[in-house]
């Protein structure tokens, strides 16, 4: 069974956490302003996927990890938004604790 693509769905949460328009976003990135707003939506409805560098572009804006657009759960990805505001040695921190309580397999 196919997965549908996550990026639609996370695009439109961060854009809105971030309170910017879809036009506004797509100026922040590098878009015409006139063609803005229409390409932004076609990413949001899943009709176009933007490709890599342009996501990297969006997550820097939205200030969100690039990996967060591919997360398949809403958990993985709130997770992944948290961590990526997090300092390098913060990180490191809860990986050594969440493995301390990783059951052995």
Do not use: W
């Not at 006139?34 to 342009?54: F, I, L, Q, W």
């Amino acid at each position: 069974m196919e997965r549908e693509n996550p990026i639609p769905k996370r695009l439109k949460e961060a854009r809105q956490r971030a309170k910017i328009t879809q036009k506004e976003l797509g100026i922040r990135i590098g878009m015409e302003e006139s063609s803005a707003s229409g390409r932004m939506n076609h990413y949001e409805k899943g009709r176009h996927t933007p490709d890599v560098s342009v996501l990297q572009r969006m997550a820097k804006e939205l200030n969100v990890p690039l990996s967060y657009f591919f997360c398949e759960s809403d958990s993985l990805a709130e997770l992944n938004r948290i961590m990526g505001k997090m300092s390098e040695e913060e990180r490191n921190s809860l990986i050594k604790q969440l493995s301390d309580k990783e059951p052995n397999m």
